[in-house]
Every structure is written in structure tokens, then in C-alpha cells.
């Protein structure tokens, strides 16, 4: 089993930064991928910032240029840095952590972002 924490969550002027924080613990040698997932109000949750454990990173093609997804394994973390907000990055933001063998999913409980204009 893996536990995932967020934190790092705000409100913030557009054009401001945030970084957002996902502590891990549990089982997690074989986590594969880590990832930054959002949810706004009356939308479907959306891909942000995927990483593997090889250190491969793919984009939502709305934060490519903005958004900085890395990961910390001596500290069981990943990042999300998030720069020149805008009010439509306002979401909650949820990690996650996929084990391909077998394949599982684990998620956070959440952290709202809400970038004023």
C-alpha cells in the first residue's frame, strides 16, 4: 500500500508561482510512474505532469513551458513547480502513483491551487 500527502496548495495573483509537494510512503520501490493530475469545477480530471522513474516527463499541452514535474527518491517526493499561473489552472490538484506490476493506482486527497485574476 502507498500513502500519498499533498501539500503546497494556495490562492495566488495570476503570474504568481506555487510549488506543490507530494510525500510519499508505504510501498514504494515499485512505484514506476508519479504524476499531477486536476480537477475544476464541472470538468473531467485532467493529466498536468507525468514522470517515471527513469526520470521521463510528458506535459499537458496547456502547461508545457509553465509547469516543472520532478521527483525527489531519497525523500519519497515529487514536485510540481508551477509558474506564470493563470486563472484557468484554478483545480484541485491530486497526485498519483502507478505500479505497473501489478497494475495499481493510488492516489492523493487533494490540494486546491485558486490563481485569482
Known amino acids: 500500500q502507498v500513502q500519498l500527502v499533498e501539500s503546497g496548495g494556495g490562492l495566488v495573483q495570476a503570474g504568481g508561482s506555487l510549488r506543490l509537494s507530494c510525500a510519499a510512503s508505504?510501498?514504494?520501490?515499485?512505484?514506476?510512474?508519479m504524476g499531477w493530475y486536476r480537477q475544476a469545477p464541472g470538468k473531467q480530471r485532467e493529466m498536468v505532469a507525468l514522470i517515471s522513474s527513469r526520470g521521463s516527463t510528458n506535459y499537458a499541452d496547456s502547461v508545457k513551458g509553465r509547469f516543472t514535474i520532478s521527483r525527489d527518491d531519497a525523500k519519497n517526493t515529487a514536485y510540481l513547480q508551477m509558474n506564470s499561473l493563470k486563472p484557468e489552472d484554478t483545480a484541485v490538484y491530486y497526485c498519483?502513483?502507478?505500479?505497473?506490476?501489478?497494475?495499481?493506482?493510488?492516489w492523493g486527497q487533494g490540494t486546491q491551487v485558486t490563481v485569482s485574476s
Open positions: 508505504g510501498s514504494i520501490a515499485s512505484i514506476n510512474v
Open positions: 498519483n502513483a502507478v505500479r505497473v506490476l501489478p497494475l495499481t493506482n493510488y
